[in-house]
């Protein structure tokens, strides 16, 4: 209080008050001194030079009449000096005379002059010579007193416009500072009361009006941040009251602050007003076990933070709970102590759940573990099963093909008799030709067979690179020509004459994508191309490719191509195929090192493809 009234009694008016007081009073000063010191010099000047024109007009005008004796003219002359004021006394002597004439009342200022009176003769050349001897006495009292009266004429004036500088300063400070000072005040005082958004009218384009629109912008910016914050906190107290989250915070010694509602209900309160009249200590609101309690307690002064501890609790009426805690020590933004901001969630029924899903694993695990054992024996036995099937498949392949050769060989035969009628000879051919499609599908089914049971080993020896490709070519070559394709042959030059490989397994691979482009061909042409990739000394990477422009496959038919028994075209194109023609051909290229490739579009042909590493014979 001491500082407020202290402010208002010597306040900004009053200050700069002060201040012009006081340089104008010391620029009057500093006038005043310089005009009368001025004044006083040029008044004293000018008494000099009266002085010094009244000893020059004595000086000649007793010059004659001293010399002459001439007492009357003498006298005379004395008079006339003394009607000067400024004379006070004159003393003449000269020539055995002495006159003298003084004023009555003895000044107190006075100035002498003594000087000579000579008189020269008429004669051209005479010497001038003393006639008398003058003593002149002047007082200075009415030049000072022209001087005081300039001084006080002076400093009358000098106050009055001290006075009226002092009075427009006041008036001036009055309306442009203390005024538009106090309306910022009082508009301070309303903003700190809790009236934010007022403002002040703005009267001059100066200073205090920059400071002013600054007040008003700093008052609007204040109501707008306290309608945010009011804004904050209703949806900060809405959040908080509504979530369904519980919700509470606590101090240090673990007394509630507060507590939202789906906190009060979960710990068995009607409201949280219920819950803080109950009790203010986490330990009455709910019960938990000491150790576990402590053990949180320990683990949030340690870490400051947990997330997502389970805590098993029972209610106010009993109940068992499961509560998932999440809770962070943060400092109050009030005093800066500790507090604590929790989150618990009921999760009673995921517990339970959690509970009956642990035991319903335990006897599902059980029962996993029973059924893996009965599928490992069933696969066992399927295994061996196949096996054995595979085995007798393979074993038997000498069993299957002689008696259908005997038959072929006997056809052959009755078909080079020419006695033999003609319908005899075409049920002859019908038997050939079924026996020839016959030995094919059992050959397929055998492939499979002994690949299935491991028993397809590859007979690598030498042989002409170029003739095994051609007499694969020749194969087809006839059917491609009745179906009136084109078909053509690309070798790259650099292809090595002989290679060591499997020249039956080789020619298999090749006969079979060959055929299956002629046979999925309608109209265009069926391309087998071979080049070299690579070549060493000793070695050679070859690529195998068969394009033809037929009626192509699409994603999914490629997916299910090389799988057997499986035939991906329409039905019109199955008639006479086991589907074991691409698996078996993928299964030979896997056994000497490659893979078959396939890129293929619906109406945009089919391109086979595989790379092989073959050892070159010199």
């Not at 442009?176 to 934010?196: K, Y």
């Not at 691979?509 to 055929?515: E, I, K, P, Q, T």
Request: hydrophobic share 45%; net charge neutral; aromatic share 4%.
């Amino acid at each position: 209080m001491a500082l407020t009234r202290t402010s208002t009694s010597f306040g900004i008016q009053a200050r700069l008050m002060l201040g012009i007081t006081v340089v104008a009073t010391m620029a009057v000063l500093a006038v005043g001194w310089y005009w009368t010191a001025h004044e006083e010099a040029d008044q004293l000047r000018s008494l000099k030079e009266r002085q010094d024109g009244m000893a020059s007009l004595v000086a000649r005008g007793f010059s004659g009449p001293l010399w002459n004796l001439d007492s009357s003219t003498v006298n005379n002359l004395l008079d006339a000096v003394m009607d000067d004021p400024e004379v006070y006394s004159i003393e003449v002597q000269g020539l055995g005379t002495a006159m003298r004439r003084e004023r009555d009342q003895p000044p107190e200022h006075t100035q002498t002059l003594e000087f000579p009176i000579t008189h020269r003769g008429p004669q051209d050349g005479a010497k001038a010579e003393v006639a008398g001897q003058v003593k002149l006495v002047f007082s200075r009292e009415p030049v000072l007193s022209k001087v005081a009266q300039m001084r006080v004429f002076v400093a009358g004036l000098l106050a009055a416009v001290l006075a009226a500088v002092l009075l427009t300063s006041y008036l001036m400070i009055r309306r442009l500072v203390t005024r538009p000072v106090q309306r910022l005040g009082a508009m301070s005082r309303r903003v700190a009361e809790g009236e934010l958004g007022v403002s002040v009218p703005i009267e001059r384009a100066d200073e205090i009006g920059a400071l002013s629109d600054q007040f008003n912008a700093m008052s609007e910016r204040l109501r707008a941040s306290s309608v945010d914050v009011r804004q904050s906190e209703a949806r900060y107290r809405s959040l908080f009251e509504n979530a369904t989250e519980g919700i509470f915070q606590a101090d240090a010694r673990g007394r509630v602050l507060g507590l939202n509602r789906a906190l009060a209900h979960m710990l068995g309160f009607p409201s949280p007003a219920a819950a803080l009249a109950h009790g203010r200590r986490l330990r009455h609101l709910v019960h938990i076990e000491k150790a576990e309690y402590r053990r949180i307690a320990n683990a949030l002064s340690r870490y400051r933070v947990l997330q997502q501890v389970p805590l098993r609790a029972s209610a106010r009426d009993g109940r068992e709970l499961w509560i998932e805690l999440s809770a962070n020590v943060v400092p109050s933004s009030e005093d800066g102590r500790m507090r604590i901001e929790a989150m618990a969630s009921d999760i009673t029924q995921r517990q339970q759940a959690e509970q009956e899903l642990t035991r319903h694993r335990d006897h599902l695990e059980e029962l996993v573990t029973e059924r893996t054992g009965e599928l490992t024996e069933a696969k066992k036995r399927a295994e061996a099963a196949s096996q054995s099937k595979s085995r007798f498949l393979a074993t038997m392949s000498h069993e299957f093909r002689t008696p259908l050769n005997a038959i072929l060989g006997f056809a052959q035969l009755l078909q080079m008799d020419e006695t033999l009628p003609a319908a005899h000879r075409a049920k002859i051919n019908l038997i050939r030709d079924s026996g020839d499609h016959l030995l094919g599908l059992i050959s397929d089914v055998l492939d499979m067979a002994s690949i299935e049971a491991g028993k397809v080993k590859l007979q690598p020896v030498a042989l002409d690179l170029r003739a095994l490709i051609e007499v694969a070519c020749d194969a087809v070559r006839i059917r491609a020509e009745q179906k009136k394709l084109r078909f053509a042959v690309e070798l790259d030059p650099a292809l090595p004459l002989r290679v060591i490989a499997d020249g039956q397994r080789l020619r298999q691979v090749l006969l079979n994508l060959l055929s299956n482009a002629v046979k999925f061909t309608d109209h265009g042409q069926t391309v087998l191309r071979v080049q070299c990739l690579e070549r060493a000394p000793n070695e050679a990477r070859l690529r195998f490719e068969v394009q033809d422009s037929g009626i192509g496959m699409t994603t999914e038919q490629v997916g299910r191509l090389f799988q057997a028994f499986e035939q991906v075209a329409e039905d019109s194109r199955r008639h006479g195929g086991t589907g074991l023609g691409l698996s078996i051909s993928q299964e030979l290229v896997r056994l000497m090192g490659g893979r078959i490739e396939v890129r293929s579009a619906p109406g945009q042909g089919s391109l086979f493809a595989f790379e092989l590493k073959l050892d070159i014979v010199m």
